[in-house]
C-alpha cells in the first residue's frame, strides 16, 4: 500500500523545517537523513539537510549529550537553515529542552512520553515535567509512547536483543513524519534491506516500526502546522499565538458574552473540526454548555433546541457531518432560529482525506439542502481571523434570525498565528431580537421591516406561547398553512431576508492595486498564499495586479460586480474544482472568469500562483 | 424564571386553536385530551411547559397544545428536547413520538436521551405501523404482519419498546392501554414528577392501517383478565375476580391463582419499581400473559443536568476566569510597539 511505484505528484510545501532530536544513541542521524532523502526523491524543488550540532558519545540523557539532525524542505529557495522549526521531535527531556526555543509557538512538538521519566527530568535539569506543568501551552505538543509502542509491535519478530528493539524507536518516530507530511516509506525500507542485507530479523524488525508509526499517526490522524504566516505590517498591540480552530472558539466566547446569551454547542467528534470542542468544552466558568452528542444529527438538533430555549448555539463539523447535518439546518433555516454551523473544510469527497486542507463545501454550504434553503455563508481567511467570523457568524444570525454557515479549513483551523487580541469590549454590539413581554397582537412571524427577522419569543416568557415546525407557515401567525400563495411569498421572504444581509456587511476591498491587468480572486483559507503571491508580484514591478479576497459569499458584499469591472482579466482561485467561480459566473454574467484549481488536500503555494498569474498576464 | 403563583388552569387553557385533524376514532385524542387533563395538575406554569415531536401522526400533538411547542423532523424530538433542556432546565419538557420515529429513524436519539438521563418525558405512541405514510410495517410490527410495504407478511422481528428502553438504561418505564384516560393522565402526572428521563409507551390503536392491534389486551371485555397493572409496593394482582397472581419460578414469572395449591397473597410478588437491578422489569415487559402495563420501573438516579450543574459550579469555583478578556489576555503574551 505505502510502496507504490507511481510518481508522486510534485509537492509544493513551502520551507516546512522538521528537526529530529534525541541522545546521540537514538540515531537521530539516520532519522533525518532519511527523511531529507525520501524528501529529495519526492520531487521537493530544494532540500538542504543541515547537521545540527551534536556533541559525540556524552553521557546519556543529559542537555550536552543531545545530537539532532534538522530537515529544510522546501519549493521556494531557502536561504539559511533558519530557526523556524515547524515540527520538532524530541526522543528525551533533554532534547525538548534544548530546542524548544527553535519552535515557532503553536507548531507543534512530538515527544516519546516514555522518556519523561523522573531520572531523565533531573538530567535535562527540568524541575517539573514540561508534558504536565502547562509549559508547552504555546505548543501543539503529540504525547506518544514511542518506546513501548515499538517494544509492542517487535513483540513477535525472534532474534533480536532488547537493546536492538528499543535503538528502532527512532523508525517508530520517522513513521509518523513520513505519514504527517505525505511521504512514501518506499525509500527506507529499500536502505533497510540494502543495509542489513546479512541480518533479515533488523530488515523486518525496523519496517515492522517504520511502519507502526506511520499507521499510528495514520489512525490518530495527525496533523502537522504548515501555516505560513502572511508577511503583513502588525499593529501596535497585545498579542498571542492562535490557532484558527481556538480562536473560532474564542470569537463564540467573546460574541456569547456581548450578547448576553449563554453559549450552546452541539457537537460530534470529527477531524480536522474537533479541537473547536474541545477548546470550549474546558469553559464551563463561563457556563458554556457543551454537548458531545450522539452523532452529528444530534449535534446540531440539540443546538436548534437550544436555539428555541434563548442560547446562542453552534455546531461544529467538517464536510461529511455537515451532509448528515443538511435536513436540520433546513429546519433550522424554515424555523428562522439564530444558529452556526461551523464547517472546517478537509478533503473530500465522502471520509476522502481528513487531515487535508480543501474548499471544497462550497456548493454544499450553499446548496447543500432540500428546497428553497438560503443561509448567510462566511469564511474565515487567516487562523487569527476564525476568531472574527465566527463573532461576525454569530452577531449575523442573532440579528437577523437566520442560520449560519461560517467556513474555516483544516490549514487555517491547524495553524498558527499572531493574533492581536481583542477585548470584548472593543467589539461591534450583538443586539437579540429576544421579546420579553406579549405586545397585544403579537405573532411568531412579524418581521422587523428593515432586516425581515422575526421575533425571538423564547420558552418560559407568559402570554407568547406558540409552536414552530417544519411544514410551511402562515405568513403571519406561523400556524401551518398549505396555500400556495403563502408558500411562494414565505420562500421569498426568507430569501430576501438573507439578500438583505449585503446592507450590513463590509464592502469588498482591493488589495496592491484598485484596476489594472489581473484581479486575483481568492475566498476563505488561501487568502495567506494569495497574498504573499500577489505582492510578491508587485515587488518584481507588476503593479497592475489586484487582489480581492472574499469573507462574505453569501450574500455577496454589494460592490462585487463594481469591483469585477475594473480590472481585464480575474482569476479566481479555489482548493476545489471551481466552485465559486461558478458561483460568481452564476451572480455576473458577461464576465470572463479564469480559474486556479488545486485538489491535492495541500494549500497553495507561492511559486505556482505567481507562475500562472505571469502567464496570464504575458498572454 | 418567575416565583410569581401558578394560576389555576383547566384542560381548556391547554388546547389551542387549531381544529384537530387526526381519523376519527383514533385513540390519539384519549391521549391528547389525558394530557390536557393532567397539566392543570402539574402545578406548572404553561409558558414553562415544551412540547416538541418528529413526524408521523403523533407528532402533531403540539399543535394542539396552547404551550410552547415544536414540530421539528423525522426522529430528532430527543436531541432537540435535550437541547431545550439544557438551555434552561426550570421547563417542563416533553417529547411526543411515535414507534416508527423514535425505534427506526430516530433509533440512536431515543437510546442516547434515555441513557444520559435528562429530566424529560417521552410519550411514545406505539401502534405498530407507519400510519402518516399510510401503511407499512414499523420497528414494532409483529413478523407475519401484512402491511403496505409487507404484501406477503413482515419478516422483521420486532422491539419492544420497554425491552429496548431498560437495555438503554431508562429509569423509568410504564405502559398503558390506548384506551384509558384516567389512569394515563394519573401516568403522565407522575411522570412529570419523576425526575430524569420518563417513558411512557401508549399501546395506541390505529383504527385505519392497524385496528385492533391491541384489542385483545386492551377491549374493555378482556382488560382485567389478560393485564396485570402493576404499582409500586404492591402486590402482582390480576384478573376480574382478583384472584390471579404472579410468582417467580425459577427464573420465569408464573401465573398462579390465588386459594389453589395454598397460593395466599403472601405468596405474591410484590412490585419493586424502584429496583436499581432490571431484571424483574425486564421479565414483566417481556410477559405476554398478563400483559403488564402501570409503571414498570421508576428508578430515582441522578440527573444529566444535575451533573452538569454540579460540575459546573466546581469549575467555576475553581477557576480565576470571570470574564472572556481574563482568558484571553492569560499566559503567554507579547507586546508589539
Known sequence: MIATKTKQPKETLEAVVVRFVGDSGDGMQLTGTQFSDTSAMFGNDIATFPNYPAEIRA??????????????????????????????????????????????????????????SKKNLEKAQYESNPLEDGSLENYHVIEVAMTSLTKEALKEVEGLDNKSITRSKNMFALGMVYWMYNRSTEHTIGFFNKKFKNKPELIEANTKVLN?????????????????????????????IVMGNTATAWGFLAAAEKSGLELFLGSYPITPASDILHELVKHKHFGVKALQAEDEIAGITSAIGAAFAGDLAITTTSGPGLALKGEALGLAMILELPLVVVDVQRGGPSTGLPTKTEQSDLLQALYGRNGESPVIIIAASTPANCFNYAYEAAKLSIEHMTPVILLTDGYIANGSAPWKIQSVSEMPEIKTKLIKEAKETWNPYDRDEETLARDWAIPGTFGLEHRVGGLEKNKVTGQVSYNPENHEHMTSVRAEKVKRVENYIPKLKTEFADEGDLLVIGWGGTYGTLYSSVKELGQEGYSSVGLAHFNYINPLPKNTEEVLKRFKRIIVCELNTGQFASVLRMNFHGIEFLQYNKVQGLPFGNSELIEEFKKIISK | METTATPEYTFKDFASDQEVRWCPGCDDYVILRSMQKALPEMGLKKEDVVFISGIGCSSRFPYYMNTYGMHSIHGRAPAIASGVKLANPDLSVWIITGDGDSMAIGGNHFIHVLRRNLDLNIVLFNNEIYGLTK?????????????????????????????????????????????????MTDMFIKSEKFKGTSLIEVLQNCPIFNDGCFSKYTDKAVREDKQLFVEHGKPMIFGKERN?????????LE?????????????????????????LHQMLVRSEYPLVTGIIRSFPDVTFEERVTELTAAVKAGSSFAKTDDLFFSGETYEVK
Do not use: C, W
Request: glycine share 12%.
Open chain 1, 59 to 116: 553521557p546519556q540523557g543529559s542537555l550536552y549529550g543531545v545530537s539532532g539532525f534538522q530537515v529544510h524542505i522546501g519549493s521556494v529557495e531557502i536561504s539559511a537553515p533558519g530557526e523556524n522549526v515547524d515540527l520538532l521531535v524530541a526522543m528525551n527531556p533533554a532534547g525538548l529542552k534544548t530546542n524548544l526555543h527553535a519552535v515557532n509557538p503553536g507548531h507543534s512538538v512530538i515527544v516519546d512520553s516514555d522518556a519523561f
Open chain 2, 255 to 279: 401465573v398462579v391463582t390465588l386459594g389453589e395449591n395454598g397460593i395466599t397473597e403472601a405468596d405474591l410478588l410484590v412490585h419493586d419499581a424502584e429496583a436499581q437491578d432490571p431484571t
Open chain 2, 244 to 252: 390471579k397472581g404472579l410468582v417467580l419460578n425459577g427464573l420465569k
Open chain 1, 212 to 240: 507502526a508509526g506511520f499507521y499510528f499517526a495514520e489512525t490518530l490522524e495527525l496533523i502537522p502546522n504548515s501555516y505560513t504566516v502572511a508577511p503583513a505590517k502588525m499593529a501596535a498591540g497585545t498579542y498571542r
Open chain 2, 135 to 183: 401503511g407499512q410495517f414499523s420497528p414494532t410490527s409483529l413478523v407475519g404482519q401484512k402491511t403496505k410495504s409487507s404484501p406477503y407478511g413482515n419478516t422483521q422481528p420486532p422491539f419492544l419498546p420497554g425491552e429496548l428502553a431498560i437495555g438503554a438504561q431508562a429509569r423509568f418505564f410504564a405502559r398503558i392501554g390506548g384506551n384509558t384516560p384516567k389512569e
